[in-house]
């Protein structure tokens, strides 16, 4: 919202919502393509162009995987920071420590959590934290809003870079309602699949958006282009229900993580043989070895450049928009080439070429803020 303004910023979300469910729809009407359930991203890319398309397609899915994880950690980390802050401000730990802190808990419970399946009951904590979240953080800004003078909304910088901000910010808008892993998800659906997550998706993109629409206007009205990057960061009221949103926001985006790390953590145990008890020693020092490192990675790339809404420009730029924009219009297309009208084949090219464009205009201004970050912080920056 703050790069987009009021007019553009709603029509902005209101259009990601709707081509992201017709995007994802094509991806999930797929999945029994050729009489074969796909429960991977890449196996349904490689049964329709071959085997090329499926180390491309599990090069893109594990970049868009890992920077959401860098995304998450940076999140954890200054959630674990908003909170510290809040009964002892003194400088005495920067932001970086935070996030390596968020990095071991994030270790820790990937190394105790070994399969997708086995969440379970978190996933039902998880739902908890967000709404906790969600209605502590609009509630308390709503409040500020209210006491608050009129608020700038104006968009702040040159003509040149209000165009690289709002190429940045639409690459933003893709990354937030896409997860680049919708066959895997879809695995776990009962029969009849399709169907089934067709439902899912009407809901997510109908229901499901509303409490993000909550926090993004009831944030921005409150605080117009002064609005932080953590929303928590910036908002007033009683301590203890600051402490609990941020606590929240913490635990939810360690969760979260183990969800999109978990196509990385399922293709390393599968090349590697891992099978059986998730107790047997060879298991568990396999999880602490790779599942450690593996995360240890994407902390460090946190801690180094923590520029959480840059991370999410640049991984819509370079992995939503191809995967689930450009893949997904060019899988349907030649997958039901024979059924569809010269009509929605067009439609399909337009689609294709459109975002492709988009994805490169958005990976230059996203690599663009990243670069102009770095000259104002330093490595490590405490932000």
């Not at 994802?24 to 049964?47: K, M, Q, W």
């Not at 997708?116 to 039902?124: E, K, M, P, R, Y």
């Not at 709404?131 to 702040?156: M, N």
């Not at 946190?302 to 899988?331: E, K, Q, R, W, Y």
Request: net charge positive; glycine share 8%.
């Amino acid at each position: 919202m703050v790069p987009l303004g009021w007019v553009w910023g709603v029509i902005g979300l209101i259009l990601a919502t709707a081509i992201s469910l017709y995007a994802n729809s094509l991806i999930a009407r797929l999945h029994e393509y050729g009489g074969t359930r796909h429960i991977r991203y890449r196996d349904l890319a490689g049964f329709i162009y071959g085997r090329k398309a499926y180390s491309l397609t599990w090069t893109l899915q594990y970049v868009n995987l890992f920077m959401i994880n860098v995304g998450y950690i940076i999140l954890a980390g200054s959630a674990l920071k908003a909170a510290y802050v809040l009964f002892r401000n003194d400088d005495g730990m920067k932001l970086p420590y935070f996030i390596a802190i968020a990095g071991l808990v994030c270790a820790m419970f990937a190394i105790c959590i070994p399969h997708l399946s086995a969440l379970g009951t978190w996933l039902g904590f998880s739902t908890v934290l967000s709404l906790v979240y969600i209605v502590i953080a609009f509630v308390l800004s709503i409040k500020d809003g209210i006491k608050s003078p009129p608020r700038d909304y104006s968009i702040a910088g040159t003509p040149t870079s209000k165009i690289f901000t709002t190429i940045g910010a639409s690459a933003n808008l893709v990354f937030a309602y896409n997860t680049g892993m919708l066959p895997e998800i879809q695995a776990t659906i009962k029969q009849p699949v399709v169907k089934n997550m067709m439902k899912a998706l009407y809901f997510q993109f109908t229901v499901g958006v509303l409490p993000l629409y909550m926090v993004t206007f009831g944030g921005y009205w409150a605080y117009g282009s002064s609005t932080p990057t953590y929303l928590m960061a910036g908002v007033n009221g009683p301590v203890w229900a600051k402490a609990m949103a941020n606590i929240a926001a913490f635990l939810q985006s360690v969760i979260a993580l183990h969800i999109f790390a978990s196509p990385m953590y399922e293709y390393l145990d599968t090349k590697h043989g891992i099978k059986g008890s998730a107790l047997a020693f060879k298991n568990l020092s396999f999880r602490i070895m790779v599942r450690g490192g593996y995360l240890a990675i994407n902390t460090f790339v946190s801690a180094v450049l923590p520029f959480l809404g840059d991370f999410m420009s640049l991984t819509g730029a370079i992995s939503t928009f191809p995967l689930t924009f450009i893949l997904a219009n060019h899988m349907y297309l030649v997958a039901q080439k024979n059924k569809l009208t010269s009509i929605q084949k067009l439609w399909h090219w337009i689609n294709i070429c459109f975002f492709a464009i988009m994805s490169a205009a958005a990976t230059v201004a996203a690599l663009r803020l990243i670069a102009l970050d770095s000259k104002t912080y330093h490595p490590f920056a405490d932000i």
